[in-house]
Nanobody
Framework: QVQLVESGGGLVQAGGSLRLSCAASKMIFSINTMGWYRQVPGKQRELVATMANSGGINYANSVKGRFTISREKAKNTVHLQMNNLNPEDAAVYYC?????????????WGQGTQVTVSS
């Protein structure tokens, strides 16, 4: 099993910044993708940003130019730098880890960290 531990959520004013971090307890496969999703009550969980171990990055259109995802491979860690936050970014942010070649569990999720943006 893999555990994901998130940190860095909190309350920020509109226009401010936050940095989220997530550490995986281990990497079962070297080929993997880490990233972030978010969810607000009553809505589906949506992709924010993902980064493959190869370096490929995918951002939601709504965060392009404001959020930056990065990884520290040696520490099995992914970060999300969020700048110029607006109230629409408020959500619970979930760390995500995906092993495409796993024959067992492919997806792992963190417990979620709350991001609140005041206007």
């Amino acid at each position: 099993q893999v555990q994901l531990v998130e940190s860095g959520g909190g309350l920020v004013q509109a226009g401010g910044s936050l940095r989220l971090s997530c550490a995986a307890s281990k990497m079962i496969f070297s080929i993997n993708t880490m990233g972030w999703y978010r969810q607000v009550p009553g809505k589906q969980r949506e992709l924010v940003a993902t980064m493959a171990n190869s370096g490929g990055i995918n951002y939601a259109n709504s965060v392009k130019g404001r959020f930056t995802i990065s990884r520290e491979k040696a520490k099995n860690t992914v970060h999300l730098q969020m700048n110029n936050l607006n109230p629409e970014d408020a959500a619970v942010y979930y760390c995500y880890l995906y092993f495409p070649y796993s024959d067992a569990t492919k997806e792992y999720w963190g417990q979620g960290t709350q991001v609140t943006v005041s206007s």
